[in-house]
């Protein structure tokens, strides 16, 4: 959704103008979805940084959010992504990721060494405002690292049995749930998108359907079933197991 879409969008207005729960005090600073949101999108408008797509994902109550901006790349086919959390009741930490989408699916990878919280303590505003800036440029220093990583997973092969086999090991190790490791069994056996549509970083068609990088992609899909509660924790687990091995 674009950013003109978004602020139109009854549903997204009800979610950024929903009221904290607590009032702000001497060691407690609270910051309502909007002001994350906006302040978000004036220093990007600020360091010309062009907003690809937003996607806003709230609880129920609307009191906690998890926001991805995502950028253009040098990649036609992955774009840089920062995502920002905020909570109105206390639950959670300001936090701020960065890391990238894909774009024929949308799936989304957090960097494990890419990422930053602060407690809703006073001067968490100001921290915010240095950390945006900060997390942009950690994602830009960091594009063709990640882009790298991508490549890599590229390039090592794997059979339906071996992206089944790992996807067991990872149900086994916590990091996928009983309903995300049947999401990415149905994937492996019947894609729902066709990665072999993808290139390299040096703009070279490659077929992927039968490598590293498609069973990320599987896993990174079924992970969009993950509450916003613990959707960024649960993404950065996993992104970090799997890329562990890729230098």
């Given at each position: 959704?674009?950013?003109?879409?978004?602020?139109?969008?009854?549903?997204?207005?009800?979610?950024?103008?929903?009221?904290?729960?607590?009032?702000?005090?001497?060691?407690?600073?609270?910051?309502?979805?909007?002001?994350?949101?906006?302040?978000?999108?004036?220093?990007?408008?600020?360091?010309?940084?062009?907003?690809?797509?937003?996607?806003?994902?709230?609880?129920k109550d609307n009191q906690i959010l998890v926001?991805?901006?995502?950028?253009?790349?040098?990649?036609?086919y992955h774009g840089m992504m920062l995502s920002?959390?905020?909570?109105?009741?206390?639950?959670?930490?300001?936090?701020?990721?960065?890391?990238?989408?894909?774009?024929?699916?949308?799936?989304?990878?957090?960097?494990?060494?890419?990422?930053?919280?602060?407690?809703?303590?006073?001067?968490?505003?100001?921290?915010?405002?240095?950390?945006?800036?900060?997390?942009?440029?950690?994602?830009?220093?960091?594009?063709?690292?990640?882009?790298?990583?991508?490549?890599?997973?590229?390039?090592?092969?794997?059979?339906?049995?071996?992206?089944?086999?790992?996807?067991?090991?990872?149900?086994?190790e916590g990091l996928l749930k009983p309903n995300?490791?049947?999401?990415?069994?149905?994937?492996?056996?019947?894609?729902?998108?066709?990665?072999?549509?993808?290139?390299?970083?040096?703009?070279?068609?490659?077929?992927?359907?039968?490598?590293?990088?498609?069973?990320?992609?599987?896993?990174?899909?079924?992970?969009?079933?993950?509450?916003?509660?613990?959707?960024?924790?649960?993404?950065?687990?996993?992104?970090?197991?799997?890329?562990?091995?890729?230098?």
């Amino acid at each position: 959704m674009t950013l003109a879409e978004l602020v139109k969008d009854q549903k997204s207005k009800a979610i950024l103008d929903a009221q904290p729960l607590f009032a702000n005090s001497k060691s407690y600073d609270s910051i309502g979805h909007r002001k994350v949101f906006e302040t978000c999108v004036t220093t990007f408008e600020k360091t010309c940084m062009p907003i690809r797509d937003i996607t806003l994902k709230a609880s129920k109550d609307n009191q906690i959010l998890v926001t991805d901006f995502v950028f253009d790349s040098y990649s036609g086919y992955h774009g840089m992504m920062l995502s920002f959390i905020s909570s109105l009741n206390k639950q959670k930490a300001l936090g701020v990721a960065a890391g990238a989408k894909t774009f024929i699916c949308q799936n989304g990878m957090i960097m494990g060494d890419m990422t930053g919280k602060r407690k809703h303590t006073t001067s968490v505003q100001g921290w915010m405002q240095d950390f945006i800036k900060y997390a942009a440029e950690q994602m830009y220093s960091q594009e063709s690292l990640i882009l790298r990583k991508f490549d890599a997973l590229k390039e090592q092969w794997m059979t339906k049995e071996e992206m089944a086999q790992l996807a067991g090991v990872m149900a086994y190790e916590g990091l996928l749930k009983p309903n995300q490791f049947g999401k990415v069994i149905s994937e492996i056996k019947t894609p729902s998108f066709n990665y072999s549509e993808d290139s390299d970083s040096q703009g070279f068609f490659v077929d992927n359907n039968d490598t590293k990088y498609s069973f990320f992609q599987h896993v990174t899909h079924a992970m969009k079933s993950e509450g916003v509660r613990t959707c960024q924790r649960s993404l950065k687990n996993s992104v970090d197991f799997l890329l562990q091995s890729v230098n």
